[in-house]
């Protein structure tokens, strides 16, 4: 259901607030303005009570109001759901780690925080989480010296570098449009942090670009604004680490298993040249000149051997480069109130630092993933090699 969906649900369920909810057409922010206090409280609470997911999208967006912060902290959570209150806590946790609701103001008026006024300075970070190929979209803001602001983005990759840059000038009603906009979107939402930890992410991509991978042009011009040599930073997942213990049980384990096996984490591959270069012998052993033109393809040997092709690869170069993507997923899950997720990433670096070959439970899900694509592709084409008919595979969710 949309939030306009379940907006239109609350309207005939609060018909003393309908004239306000109606005419916002699902609008979040037309409907903060068409309410009263009270009435947003009412709003939020029946959605939290009966949508969670569309109460969290909405109260996302009101904090960043002025009085929003406010609204969403005073609604009342006796009658809410496990669901409803864990959504709420949530949502005012990311506002006090955004400096939008100060800590203990249970109390006291809570503070909402807004872009500065315009003869002050912006200085913002943004850190988008990993997308499944293991690059991640990083933000920085600042203040323009000809008004304005500047937007630098970049997509990072612990294995590829900085990948992408680009600057953007915006005008400072189009940086709050942009900040809604990436810290609210349905998949890979950024979360807000420091300017200066932004910075240290860069700097570290950029002392370790590969010889193969040439900065962005953009980057050269503006390298020593971003990456300036001298002092090393840390990043934000030097910050976590500092901050939490790197021991997990095994439920905290197999919650972050979860979270690979539902595509919101991982899988990470080696990059497509390295696939291909390892899948070479092993398309030579079944193919159909080596194994012969009427022979039924074994598909069990065949996936075996996929499978231990990939986990060499994930255990070799690819350790220490997924136990940093794992740590600085740990700050995201940190963030967001997820102390659990943040340890078990955490413990999972942890084993991928150490000597040996073997993954941890976490990493060696991503690498079923990739292995159980790659066997998918080989069965179909050495399939037709061999002249065999194969069995339909379903699709691999995720790619």
């Not at 206090?37 to 009570?49: F, P, Q, S, T, Y």
């Not at 009342?76 to 409803?84: A, H, Q």
Request: a negative charge.
């Amino acid at each position: 259901m949309s939030l306009a969906e379940s907006l239109e649900k609350a309207a005939v369920e609060l018909p003393e607030d309908a004239d306000g909810i109606r005419p916002a057409n699902g609008d979040p922010i037309q409907l903060f303005d068409l309410l009263s206090g009270g009435a947003r409280r009412r709003v939020l609470c029946w959605l939290l009570a009966n949508a969670s997911e569309d109460a969290q999208e909405l109260a996302l967006c009101w904090i960043e109001e002025t009085e929003g912060a406010s609204d969403v902290a005073a609604v009342e959570t006796e009658n809410l759901s496990k669901e409803g209150k864990k959504v709420l806590r949530r949502v005012l946790h990311r506002a006090r780690s955004q400096g939008l609701v100060k800590e203990g103001a249970q109390d006291a008026v809570p503070h909402v925080a807004r872009l500065a006024q315009v003869d002050e300075k912006i200085s913002a970070g943004f850190l988008a989480p990993h997308d499944p190929r293991g690059g991640r979209l990083v933000y920085l803001v600042e203040s323009s010296p000809g008004g304005g602001a500047r937007v630098f983005e970049a997509l990072l990759d612990e294995d590829r570098g900085v990948v992408d840059f680009q600057v953007y000038r915006a005008g400072r009603r189009q940086v709050k449009s942009f900040i809604r906009d990436v810290t609210q979107r349905e998949r890979f939402a950024a979360v807000e942090t420091d300017a200066q930890s932004v910075r240290a992410l860069i700097a570290r991509r950029a002392r370790a670009q590969p010889e193969s991978q040439p900065l962005p042009a953009a980057f050269k011009e503006w390298r020593n604004r971003m990456a300036p040599d001298g002092e090393i930073l840390p990043t934000p997942g030097d910050g976590v680490l500092a901050s939490l213990s790197s021991e997990a049980d095994e439920e905290q384990i197999r919650a972050l298993v979860g979270e690979v096996e539902a595509g919101r984490l991982g899988p990470w591959p080696p990059q497509p040249a390295v696939l291909e270069t390892a899948m070479q012998p092993v398309r030579a052993s079944f193919s159909g000149e080596a194994a012969g033109p009427d022979t039924e393809l074994d598909k069990e040997a065949l996936a075996e051997a996929v499978h231990v092709a990939v986990h060499e690869l994930y255990a070799s170069d690819l350790r220490p480069v997924n136990a940093e993507r794992l740590e600085e997923s740990a700050y995201l899950f940190w963030k967001q109130d997820e102390a659990a997720r943040a340890q078990a990433c955490l413990a999972s670096a942890g084993a991928l630092r150490e000597e040996g070959t073997d993954l941890g439970p976490v990493m060696a899900a991503c690498a079923k993933i990739v292995g159980d694509a790659l066997v998918a592709d080989l069965q179909r084409s050495l399939g037709d090699e061999t002249g065999v008919q194969m069995e339909k595979e379903s699709p691999i969710s995720g790619k």
